[in-house]
């Protein structure tokens, strides 16, 4: 899935509109499994000024990126943090490390040749999904446009919660975002 689209998913699922305490954890967990992958992919844009330079990385270096990606996207990492917070009373980081646990979830079944490592540390073990949110081959022409549907019920669920207005702003600028990448990569609509 893409980041954007887990922030706001896990935050219609877990926030609550009489606890907006939540909200920012629940952001923060659902976007930390991505951030190596992130913040590379900016590193990369800033060195050599270009987005795929991430892609064309050497062997050593996409290893070392995805070390840390795998590691963001442990499950037993996240469950790890759910029952430290929950012995120690600590709420913030119970919404975090949940949030982080429903990305990990998300991620598994869409994932068909970028599959993470899940299990770590217990195990190496990669599913590898036959459907996939971005490769064509994979029906992603289909999964995007339901990964869209997601998010634009999800931002009306958040709307309904009295939200700012320029959270609101955001929301809409992530959907109509995600549906003009959606039109562009799969509609055949190119400008």
């Known amino acids: 899935m893409i980041t954007t689209t887990h922030a706001i998913l896990n935050t219609a699922l877990l926030g609550r509109k009489n606890h907006p305490e939540r909200n920012w954890p629940l952001v923060l967990g659902s976007i930390f499994p991505d951030l190596p992958m992130l913040l590379y992919a ?7 000024g270009r987005w795929d330079a991430a892609n064309r990385a050497g062997l050593n270096e996409y ?23 929950l012995l120690f009373k600590y709420n913030w980081g119970l919404y975090f490390f949940s949030a982080m646990g429903l990305h990990d979830l998300e991620d598994l079944p869409v994932h068909s040749e970028s ?12 599913f590898f ?3 996939s949110y971005v490769d064509p081959r994979y029906h992603a022409a289909i999964v995007a446009p339901l990964e869209w549907l997601i998010v634009l019920v999800c931002i009306g669920i958040l709307w309904r919660r009295g939200i700012s207005s320029w959270v609101q702003a955001l929301l809409l600028f992530i959907g109509v975002f995600q549906g003009l990448w959606l039109l562009f990569e799969y509609g055949g609509i190119r400008w």
């Open 129 to 131: 999904s036959p459907i």
């Open 63 to 85: 290893h070392f990126r995805q070390l840390w990606v795998d590691w963001g996207h442990s499950i037993p990492l996240a469950l790890a943090g759910i029952l430290l917070c």
């Open 115 to 126: 599959a993470h490592r899940h299990f770590l540390p217990f195990s190496n073990w990669r």
């Open 42 to 48: 900016l590193v990369m844009f800033l060195s050599q």
